[in-house]
């Protein structure tokens, strides 16, 4: 069973930064691809980036050239730099990891931690 483990999430004014990080830990398989989502309060949960093993970034329109993916697959760790917050911004964020198990994709997810951008 994976689990992951996020920390960083908190108060911050419009145009400052916050780093989310995930750990994933349990299990004896690394992820695939790692990503982090978010959940605004009334809204779906969105993507918000991506990052394959190899290191191919995927992400959301709204956040491109301010947030930053990136991962430590030694460490099976996902890292989220986020500058130029905005607070369109605020939101829970989720951490994912796809885990290729016995020839079949299975999600994890972590339990989320919030960003709140002030304006």
């Known amino acids: 069973q994976v689990q992951l483990a996020e920390s960083g999430g908190g108060l911050v004014q419009a145009g400052g930064s916050l780093r989310l990080s995930c750990a994933a830990s349990?299990?004896?398989?690394?992820?695939?691809?790692m990503g982090w989502y978010r959940q605004a309060p009334g809204k779906q949960r969105e993507l918000v980036a991506t990052?394959?093993?190899?290191?191919?970034?995927n992400y959301e329109d709204s956040v491109k050239g301010r947030f930053t993916i990136s991962r430590d697959n030694a460490k099976n760790t996902v890292h989220l730099q986020m500058n130029s917050l905005k607070p369109e911004d605020t939101a829970v964020y989720y951490c994912?990891?796809?885990?290729?198990?016995?020839?079949?994709?299975?999600?994890?997810w972590g339990q989320g931690t919030q960003v709140t951008v002030s304006s």
């Open positions: 994912n990891a796809r885990v290729l198990i016995w020839g079949v994709y299975r999600d994890y």
């Open positions: 349990g299990g004896s398989f690394s992820p695939d691809n």
């Open positions: 990052i394959t093993r190899p290191g191919i970034t």
